[in-house]
């Protein structure tokens, strides 16, 4: 049986924050299974992890590629994701692409963080916790490149120079983070009963080879599999409600 990526795997509570600063805040537990695909992200998040009564915190980069992530058992999750544009102060996030680091426990509840001790978030207290740092200057955000990212134009700063800070608070290039989003969007049209010539053209692919070249990086699977499985849930759906 194929690894099928987290949200196929685990049951996803999710909300969003009171700043901007956050993308989303989430958590979950394990699921009955060994693993699962890690898709490409442009985000980067600081996740806890809870197993065997004991809690560590992480500080998880974006990903760009795909790949299989083992699931320990009887395990919960929770992580804030934070907005594009938005940073750790003196932590450089091209430092951190497709790699994570443990932040040091001071105590059980507690973690070290630029010297001091934290008392580990949880999903109900996390937007304290991001004020905190921002009050503390460890979280900074530049606007200029969550607009530019948007779409939206600036002539303030030149395009070399909005590419600089495009990395610098992202870890990631402008086009990285243009081609996961759209592959983003060509599984969402597959998974919603778009045919895959017509998902090329859509989702703004030269061709098909492309689209599948960058889904299996991206994704981890081809289009014609998340194709295929969509169909498939249809019809266990279609069967259970006869």
Not at 56 to 64: A, D, F
Not at 73 to 80: N, P, R, Y
Not at 91 to 99: K, Q, T
Not at 146 to 155: A, F, N, P
Request: proline share 5%; glycine share 6%; with cysteine.
């Amino acid at each position: 049986m194929a690894t099928e990526r987290a949200t196929k795997v685990f049951a996803f509570e999710e909300r969003e924050g009171d700043s901007d600063l956050i993308h989303k805040i989430w958590r979950t537990r394990s699921a009955p299974v060994d693993a699962f695909m890690s898709v490409a992200v442009p985000y980067w998040e600081i996740v806890a992890t809870k197993e065997s009564g004991a809690t560590r915190l992480y500080v998880r980069g974006p990903e760009t590629h795909a790949s299989v992530v083992a699931i320990p058992q009887d395990a919960t999750f929770f992580g804030i994701q934070f907005s594009l544009g938005t940073s750790m102060a003196g932590a450089p996030l091209v430092d951190l692409v497709d790699s994570a680091i443990v932040l040091p426990t001071a105590s059980r509840r507690t973690v070290l963080l630029n010297g001091e001790p934290w008392e580990i978030p949880t999903f109900d207290n996390a937007d304290t916790f991001v004020a905190r740092l921002v009050r503390k200057g460890l979280l900074v955000h530049d606007p200029l490149v969550s607009s530019r990212l948007r779409g939206e134009s600036s002539r303030r700063v030149s395009l070399r120079s909005m590419q600089r800070r495009i990395l610098r608070s992202t870890g990631l290039a402008a086009g990285t983070i243009r081609q996961i989003a759209r592959a983003e969007r060509a599984v969402a049209l597959l998974e919603s009963g778009v045919g895959i010539v017509e998902t090329v053209a859509q989702a703004g692919y030269a061709d098909q080879p492309h689209l599948t070249r960058s889904l299996r990086r991206f994704v981890g699977e081809s289009p014609a599999a998340i194709r295929a499985s969509s169909i498939s849930r249809e019809l266990v759906s279609c069967n259970s409600d006869m």
